[in-house]
Protein backbone atom coordinates (compact mmCIF):
# COMPACT_ATOMS: atom_id res chain seq x y z
CA UNK A 1 0.00 0.00 0.00
CA UNK A 2 1.14 3.38 -1.07
CA UNK A 3 2.06 6.05 1.65
CA UNK A 4 -0.02 8.72 -0.46
CA UNK A 5 -3.18 7.60 -1.90
CA UNK A 6 -4.95 9.87 -4.03
CA UNK A 7 -8.40 10.07 -5.34
CA UNK A 8 -9.53 10.48 -8.56
CA UNK A 9 -6.67 8.84 -10.30
CA UNK A 10 -8.64 10.71 -13.32
CA UNK A 11 -11.38 13.88 -13.46
CA UNK A 12 -13.06 15.35 -16.14
CA UNK A 13 -15.13 18.36 -15.70
CA UNK A 14 -16.66 21.12 -17.47
CA UNK A 15 -15.71 24.38 -17.15
CA UNK A 16 -16.95 26.32 -14.23
CA UNK A 17 -17.56 23.05 -12.28
CA UNK A 18 -16.31 22.86 -8.57
CA UNK A 19 -13.51 20.66 -8.22
CA UNK A 20 -12.37 17.86 -5.46
CA UNK A 21 -9.30 16.04 -5.39
CA UNK A 22 -8.55 14.12 -2.10
CA UNK A 23 -5.31 12.94 -0.52
CA UNK A 24 -4.62 10.27 2.25
CA UNK A 25 -1.58 9.55 3.69
CA UNK A 26 -0.71 6.85 6.49
CA UNK A 27 2.26 8.16 8.00
CA UNK A 28 3.95 11.07 10.58
CA UNK A 29 4.00 13.86 8.62
CA UNK A 30 5.32 17.42 8.95
CA UNK A 31 4.19 18.84 5.98
CA UNK A 32 1.91 18.12 2.80
CA UNK A 33 2.29 19.64 -0.37
CA UNK A 34 -0.29 20.34 -3.18
CA UNK A 35 1.78 20.12 -6.67
CA UNK A 36 0.81 21.35 -9.82
CA UNK A 37 2.61 19.47 -13.08
CA UNK A 38 1.89 20.58 -16.64
CA UNK A 39 2.19 18.38 -19.98
CA UNK A 40 5.27 19.73 -20.21
CA UNK A 41 6.86 18.16 -17.08
CA UNK A 42 7.41 21.05 -15.12
CA UNK A 43 5.76 21.85 -11.68
CA UNK A 44 4.85 24.24 -9.49
CA UNK A 45 4.30 24.44 -5.67
CA UNK A 46 0.70 25.44 -5.00
CA UNK A 47 0.30 24.62 -0.75
CA UNK A 48 2.02 23.82 1.87
CA UNK A 49 0.27 22.91 4.77
CA UNK A 50 0.87 21.62 8.33
CA UNK A 51 -2.55 22.63 9.78
CA UNK A 52 -5.44 23.87 8.38
CA UNK A 53 -6.71 25.56 5.29
CA UNK A 54 -4.92 27.73 2.70
CA UNK A 55 -6.53 29.81 -0.04
CA UNK A 56 -4.70 31.00 -2.92
CA UNK A 57 -7.34 32.59 -5.47
CA UNK A 58 -9.47 29.95 -7.08
CA UNK A 59 -7.35 27.26 -5.49
CA UNK A 60 -8.17 25.89 -1.56
CA UNK A 61 -6.55 23.04 0.67
CA UNK A 62 -7.32 21.98 3.76
CA UNK A 63 -5.63 19.30 6.18
CA UNK A 64 -6.93 17.04 8.50
CA UNK A 65 -4.14 15.89 10.56
CA UNK A 66 -6.42 13.45 13.06
CA UNK A 67 -7.83 12.09 9.82
CA UNK A 68 -4.53 11.52 8.24
CA UNK A 69 -6.41 13.67 4.78
CA UNK A 70 -6.33 16.35 2.95
CA UNK A 71 -8.26 17.60 -0.09
CA UNK A 72 -7.59 20.60 -2.87
CA UNK A 73 -10.79 22.44 -4.35
CA UNK A 74 -10.60 24.32 -7.19
CA UNK A 75 -13.88 27.26 -7.93
CA UNK A 76 -14.83 27.93 -10.90
CA UNK A 77 -12.26 25.54 -13.13
CA UNK A 78 -11.13 26.75 -16.15
CA UNK A 79 -9.47 24.77 -19.28
CA UNK A 80 -6.08 25.77 -18.26
CA UNK A 81 -6.17 24.40 -14.62
CA UNK A 82 -6.12 21.30 -16.76
CA UNK A 83 -2.91 19.66 -15.40
CA UNK A 84 -1.85 16.60 -13.17
CA UNK A 85 -2.31 17.22 -9.26
CA UNK A 86 -0.17 15.77 -6.95
CA UNK A 87 0.25 15.48 -3.43
CA UNK A 88 3.03 14.92 -0.97
CA UNK A 89 4.08 14.74 1.95
CA UNK A 90 7.61 15.36 4.37
CA UNK A 91 7.37 12.67 6.91
CA UNK A 92 8.64 13.81 9.99
CA UNK A 93 12.28 14.08 10.72
CA UNK A 94 12.69 13.65 7.06
CA UNK A 95 14.54 16.46 6.29
CA UNK A 96 11.94 17.80 3.89
CA UNK A 97 11.79 14.50 1.65
CA UNK A 98 9.10 14.03 0.21
CA UNK A 99 6.90 10.94 -0.67
CA UNK A 100 4.27 11.19 -3.61
CA UNK A 101 0.79 10.32 -4.59
CA UNK A 102 0.82 9.02 -7.88
CA UNK A 103 -1.10 12.19 -8.88
CA UNK A 104 -4.88 12.89 -10.55
CA UNK A 105 -5.41 13.71 -13.95
CA UNK A 106 -7.46 17.02 -14.21
CA UNK A 107 -9.01 17.91 -17.61
CA UNK A 108 -11.22 21.27 -17.79
CA UNK A 109 -13.23 20.93 -21.22
CA UNK A 110 -14.75 24.30 -22.82
CA UNK B 1 8.93 34.52 -6.54
CA UNK B 2 11.50 32.45 -6.10
CA UNK B 3 13.22 31.13 -9.15
CA UNK B 4 15.08 27.89 -9.67
CA UNK B 5 16.28 27.33 -13.80
CA UNK B 6 17.53 23.83 -14.46
CA UNK B 7 18.94 22.99 -17.70
CA UNK B 8 18.80 21.12 -20.11
CA UNK B 9 15.08 21.06 -20.75
CA UNK B 10 15.55 17.54 -23.16
CA UNK B 11 18.74 15.82 -24.15
CA UNK B 12 19.75 13.08 -26.22
CA UNK B 13 22.67 11.01 -26.20
CA UNK B 14 24.19 7.79 -27.52
CA UNK B 15 24.58 5.11 -24.87
CA UNK B 16 27.54 5.02 -22.86
CA UNK B 17 28.26 8.66 -22.66
CA UNK B 18 27.38 10.73 -19.93
CA UNK B 19 25.56 13.61 -19.36
CA UNK B 20 24.87 16.55 -16.57
CA UNK B 21 22.22 18.75 -15.36
CA UNK B 22 22.10 21.74 -13.69
CA UNK B 23 19.98 23.05 -11.58
CA UNK B 24 20.57 26.69 -10.45
CA UNK B 25 18.48 28.78 -7.72
CA UNK B 26 18.84 32.67 -9.31
CA UNK B 27 17.29 34.05 -6.28
CA UNK B 28 17.96 32.57 -3.56
CA UNK B 29 19.95 30.13 -1.67
CA UNK B 30 19.48 26.90 -2.07
CA UNK B 31 21.06 25.06 1.50
CA UNK B 32 19.39 21.47 0.27
CA UNK B 33 18.03 20.72 -3.19
CA UNK B 34 16.49 17.53 -4.12
CA UNK B 35 16.96 15.32 -7.26
CA UNK B 36 14.15 12.97 -8.56
CA UNK B 37 13.42 10.85 -11.66
CA UNK B 38 9.80 10.32 -13.06
CA UNK B 39 9.53 7.46 -15.96
CA UNK B 40 6.04 7.95 -17.67
CA UNK B 41 2.65 7.57 -15.99
CA UNK B 42 4.55 7.04 -12.50
CA UNK B 43 4.48 9.24 -9.46
CA UNK B 44 8.08 11.21 -8.94
CA UNK B 45 10.66 9.56 -6.94
CA UNK B 46 13.24 10.67 -5.05
CA UNK B 47 16.80 10.08 -5.95
CA UNK B 48 19.21 12.19 -3.79
CA UNK B 49 19.21 15.17 -1.07
CA UNK B 50 21.72 17.73 -1.67
CA UNK B 51 23.36 19.40 0.90
CA UNK B 52 26.27 22.43 -0.09
CA UNK B 53 29.23 21.43 0.81
CA UNK B 54 28.80 17.49 1.47
CA UNK B 55 27.70 14.42 -0.23
CA UNK B 56 24.64 13.92 -1.18
CA UNK B 57 22.90 11.42 0.15
CA UNK B 58 20.88 8.67 -2.15
CA UNK B 59 17.54 6.62 -1.48
CA UNK B 60 17.77 3.25 -1.67
CA UNK B 61 18.06 1.54 -4.96
CA UNK B 62 20.04 4.49 -6.17
CA UNK B 63 23.73 3.86 -7.37
CA UNK B 64 25.78 7.23 -6.28
CA UNK B 65 28.79 5.82 -8.88
CA UNK B 66 26.39 6.26 -11.67
CA UNK B 67 24.38 9.31 -10.65
CA UNK B 68 26.61 11.98 -9.16
CA UNK B 69 25.42 14.82 -7.56
CA UNK B 70 27.65 17.44 -6.74
CA UNK B 71 25.87 20.88 -4.70
CA UNK B 72 29.38 23.02 -5.07
CA UNK B 73 27.47 26.01 -3.94
CA UNK B 74 24.40 27.59 -3.05
CA UNK B 75 22.80 28.14 -6.20
CA UNK B 76 24.22 25.02 -8.03
CA UNK B 77 23.33 21.73 -7.67
CA UNK B 78 24.33 19.22 -10.85
CA UNK B 79 23.13 15.46 -11.75
CA UNK B 80 25.53 13.77 -13.65
CA UNK B 81 24.38 10.61 -15.23
CA UNK B 82 27.58 8.71 -16.00
CA UNK B 83 27.42 5.98 -18.51
CA UNK B 84 23.74 6.50 -19.79
CA UNK B 85 22.18 3.41 -20.73
CA UNK B 86 18.39 3.66 -22.25
CA UNK B 87 17.12 1.96 -18.91
CA UNK B 88 18.14 5.67 -17.91
CA UNK B 89 15.43 7.18 -19.87
CA UNK B 90 13.20 9.42 -18.06
CA UNK B 91 12.19 12.68 -16.35
CA UNK B 92 14.99 13.89 -14.14
CA UNK B 93 13.17 16.92 -12.17
CA UNK B 94 15.23 19.11 -9.01
CA UNK B 95 13.81 21.55 -6.25
CA UNK B 96 15.26 23.15 -3.75
CA UNK B 97 14.60 24.53 -0.20
CA UNK B 98 15.13 28.00 0.71
CA UNK B 99 16.75 28.59 3.72
CA UNK B 100 16.03 26.33 6.87
CA UNK B 101 12.50 27.95 7.10
CA UNK B 102 9.36 26.19 7.06
CA UNK B 103 8.33 26.94 3.27
CA UNK B 104 7.55 25.23 0.36
CA UNK B 105 9.64 23.90 -2.23
CA UNK B 106 10.53 25.50 -5.65
CA UNK B 107 11.05 22.54 -8.74
CA UNK B 108 12.86 23.28 -11.76
CA UNK B 109 11.32 22.80 -14.98
CA UNK B 110 12.84 19.22 -15.70
CA UNK B 111 15.13 17.38 -18.35
CA UNK B 112 13.99 14.78 -20.45
CA UNK B 113 16.50 12.56 -21.00
CA UNK B 114 16.23 9.83 -23.65
CA UNK B 115 19.24 7.55 -23.96
CA UNK B 116 19.37 5.61 -27.85
Known amino acids: KNEVEQSPQNLTAQEGEFITINCSYS?????LHWLQQHPGGGIVSLFM???GKKKHGRLIATINIQEKHSSLHITASHPRDSAVYIC????????????FGKGTLLTVNP | GAVVSQHPSWVICKSGTSVKIECRSL??????MFWYRQFPKQSLMLMAT?????????EQGVEKDKFLINHASLTLSTLTVTSAHPEDSSFYIC????????????FGSGTQLSVL
Open chain 1, 27 to 31: VGISA
Open chain 2, 95 to 106: SARRGLTNEKLF
Open chain 1, 49 to 51: LSS
Open chain 2, 27 to 32: DFQATT
Open chain 2, 50 to 58: SNEGSKATY
Open chain 1, 88 to 99: AVSLRGSNYKLT
